[in-house]
């Protein structure tokens, strides 16, 4: 095996050198500025942090009216006994049978089987509802929101209130 040579002068200097706890150098502290403290005295100058602020009752806010639009609706069918004491679900005579996937292809349609103006400006949301998919909300930069049926197209609800628009709508 070949042997090794150390440089003994070099080692013993940078031991020397190495101060494992070394005391850390201390740095100029800037002056103490005196906090101002409010006081009542208009000659003392007072920042606007420290100035007193008059105290404010109740009062000012609970005579104010609200200033949130309250939301309401419209009805568009002949009468809303269509579903009674149910909030929109599908009726019981109403039955859906699915057929079975092997007897039919899945295709993406080369046009549309219907269409409808239901939102002049722009709809930006659409959701089915999740359960069983008869009824279609539309949502719109307009601030309104309508509900419809998807097998008839016929509008059925229009939600009214929101002063911007809808960007977003989820069933309950």
């Known amino acids: 095996m070949g042997t090794i040579a150390y440089d003994l002068e070099a080692f013993s200097s940078l031991k020397r050198s190495f101060q494992p706890f070394a005391e850390p150098q201390k740095r100029p502290r800037s002056p103490v500025k005196t906090p101002l403290i409010p006081t009542n005295d208009p000659s003392k100058p007072q920042s606007s942090a420290t100035q007193k602020r008059?105290?404010?009752?109740?009062?000012?806010?609970?005579?104010?009216?609200?200033?949130?639009?309250?939301?309401s609706s419209t009805f568009h069918?002949?009468?809303?006994?269509?579903?009674?004491?149910?909030?929109?679900?599908?009726?019981?005579?109403?039955?859906?049978?699915?057929?079975?996937?092997?007897?039919?292809?899945?295709?993406?349609?080369?046009?549309?089987?219907?269409?409808?103006n239901a939102h002049p400006p722009d709809a930006s949301v659409l959701r089915l509802s999740p359960e069983y998919g008869h009824l279609v909300l539309l949502a719109g930069n307009d601030g309104s929101a309508k509900l419809w049926y998807s097998q008839s197209a016929k509008l059925a609800r229009t939600y009214v209130g929101h002063s911007k628009a809808i960007r977003d709508a989820v069933f309950d």
């Open 77 to 116: 069918l002949s009468s809303q006994t269509d579903y009674p004491n149910r909030a929109w679900h599908v009726p019981l005579s109403l039955s859906i049978t699915f057929a079975d996937l092997e007897q039919y292809t899945t295709y993406i349609p080369k046009r549309a089987t219907s269409s409808k």
């Open 54 to 71: 008059p105290r404010t009752s109740t009062e000012q806010y609970t005579n104010k009216t609200p200033s949130v639009l309250v939301p």
